[in-house]
């Protein structure tokens, strides 16, 4: 069965702390994996990848697939309040169906 | 010019009454989804439509039904409901349904009473 898990759970970290948040997957026949921000409302999109060691990037936020070992991470440089969500990743194999992970709650404090 | 808007935005009801919430996007994607999220931010498919074909049918009570008038809408039926069916639910669209990128509406919170 098609699996994703999110790491950590949740992190509290200090505005301009960097931080890094990790996805592992499972899936049958791997076609993308997708980063979502979601606040108080509708998850936002981030990033799509499906290409290991090509790094996608938006301005502090940047994120890179390593298909051999079945991971994404993602990257939050200077963080800022405004960067308190919870983020989610998602992975899309065979079924074409998009597996969530429970997402990591970021909390950033001033 | 919202691109995915969800009708209503919160919906309180009793158990055994029948509701729907409505969907529009205009992006001009072909696909359009259902999702639900529980109380503990699981979000997880239930059915998705191609171009008003039913390409995602996830196991779901069949007390849920959706229907696609055209591209650009999915609505989502729901029969005699139930205190388990108290969740967030999100439309979402993509153009193609293999593993693009999806837009997600503002979401619509059902509490059933």
């Known amino acids: 069965e098609d699996k994703v898990v999110q790491s950590p759970l949740s992190l509290v970290v200090h505005e301009g702390d960097t931080v890094t948040l990790n996805c592992s997957y499972e899936v049958t026949n791997f076609r993308s994996l997708l980063w979502y921000k979601q606040e108080k409302k509708a998850p936002t999109f981030l990033f799509m990848l499906t290409s290991s060691g090509i790094e996608k990037k938006s301005g502090r936020l940047s994120s890179i697939l390593d298909k051999k070992e079945l991971f994404s991470i993602l990257n939050i440089t200077a963080t800022q309040t405004g960067d308190s969500a919870v983020y989610l990743c998602?992975?899309?194999?065979?079924?074409?169906?998009?597996?969530f992970g429970t997402g990591t709650l970021l909390a950033v404090q001033p | 010019d919202t691109a995915v808007s969800q009708t209503p935005k919160y919906l309180v009801t009793q158990m055994g009454n029948d509701k729907s919430i409505k969907c529009e996007q205009n992006l001009g994607h072909d696909t359009m989804y259902w999702y639900k999220q529980d109380s503990k931010k699981f979000l997880k498919i239930m059915f998705s439509?191609?171009?008003?074909?039913?390409?995602i049918n996830e196991t779901v009570p069949n007390r849920f039904s959706p229907k696609s008038p055209d591209k650009a809408h999915l609505n989502l039926h729901i029969n005699s409901l139930e205190l388990g069916d108290s969740a967030v639910y999100f439309c979402?669209?993509?153009?193609?349904?293999?593993?693009?990128?999806?837009?997600f509406g503002p979401g619509t919170r059902l509490t059933v009473t």
């Open positions: 439509y191609n171009n008003k074909e039913l390409i």
């Open positions: 998602a992975v899309c194999g065979a079924t074409n169906k998009l597996i």
């Open positions: 979402a669209s993509s153009q193609g349904y293999a593993g693009n990128e999806q837009y």
